[in-house]
């Protein structure tokens, strides 16, 4: 999968990438965003070389078993933000305001998305929605946090979308949605999510912004692609949509590993004597001596016997 215009090379000390650093990669070499929503994934994703990782809400239906992503609230996206935050990756740390945190008023929006930054380490923040979301978005940047746009399927908008479909089919709806890449570039938004829409949509929608567009289910022709973590490693348990490609199944391999090490302790062979802690082997005998000693007080002389 490495090519040799990768960005990131194991082992070198690389730049780390900034919300200005994504935007003037517009047109330029594809952009990669992953999801992660812990240290570990953090780690994965940063050493293999993206330039963003997003802890998106979509830890609530991959990682936390909820059905939709509006059950996830802005205490849960800080805890998870924060630990990825803990990996320090090079990739650009990129919280996801959850639902009802920017809606209510900008004030509001701009506290909830300083803590994103302050409690959880967030170098910038995304939010679903189109131009009705301009004035929470002037609001954010006024405080100098960079703001990723995401427009198309938005799950958060699930019970008004009538469930998750392809947006944008429809020639009114595809137009829609250009005036709200439109507006939501006008805003200043670094970069621009497009999420199930159609190929020709998303390539109109990337050739009239100046913000990168990063796409999911959006076809070839965005700046940039995104995909949640469990579903390009195969270790979601939910439905996958067609436009993920798996690259592992690490769903069959955890359970694979486990399964084993379940039928080594049953049969003894796990742990083995390298696998285990020693004493002093004059202090292991004397410890042993005085414990032979007590049950032979305790229990009587049948268990001289013991070894
Ligand atoms: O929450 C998420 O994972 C997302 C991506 C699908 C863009 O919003």
């Known amino acids: 999968m490495s090519n040799s215009t990768s960005n990131h090379t194991p082992g070198a000390a690389a730049k780390k990438v900034t919300a200005p650093a994504v935007q003037a990669r517009k047109g330029g070499q594809k952009l990669t965003m992953v999801t992660a929503y812990d240290f570990p994934g953090g780690k ?8 963003m990782i997003l802890v998106g809400d979509s830890v609530a239906n991959v990682v936390l078993g909820y059905e939709t992503t509006n059950e996830v609230t802005l205490d849960d996206m800080i805890h998870h933000t924060a630990a990825v935050a803990r990996s320090r990756p090079r990739a650009l740390l990129i919280g996801d305001m959850p639902w009802m945190s920017f809606h209510v008023n900008p004030d509001e929006t701009l506290h909830n998305a300083a803590r994103l930054v302050r409690e959880g380490g967030a170098e910038a923040v995304k939010l679903e929605g189109g131009a009705e979301r301009v004035e929470m978005i002037h609001k954010i940047r006024s405080a100098e946090i960079p703001v990723m746009g995401h ?3 938005t799950p958060q908008s699930v019970h008004s979308m009538g469930g998750y479909r392809v947006m944008g089919r429809g020639l009114d709806d595809a137009r829609r949605l250009v ?10 938004v670094f970069a621009l999510v497009l999420e199930g829409v159609p190929v020709t949509l998303a390539q109109v929608i ?3 912004v100046s913000a990168p567009t990063i796409g999911i289910g959006a076809g070839p022709h965005t700046d940039g692609q995104v995909l949640v973590m469990h ?3 195969g270790f979601n348990f939910g439905h996958y949509p067609k436009f993920v ?9 955890a359970t694979g590993a486990i399964t084993e090490w379940i039928s080594d302790v049953r049969a003894g062979g796990f742990p083995t004597d390298a696998e285990s802690y020693h ?3 004059a202090s292991a005998e004397q ?3 005085e414990h032979r000693e007590r049950r032979l007080k305790a229990d009587g002389p049948e268990l001289r016997a013991i070894p």
Request: zero cysteines; charged letters at 30%; aromatic letters at 2%.
């Open 44 to 51: 994965v994703a940063d050493q293999a070389g993206a330039d």
């Open 151 to 153: 427009i198309g399927l």
């Open 179 to 188: 005036g709200d890449a439109r507006a939501l570039d006008a805003a200043g």
């Open 206 to 208: 990337t050739e009239e």
């Open 231 to 233: 579903d390009l490693l």
């Open 245 to 253: 490609r798996r690259y592992a199944d690490l769903a069959d391999e």
């Open 279 to 281: 004493m002093v082997q």
């Open 287 to 289: 410890l042993l001596a």
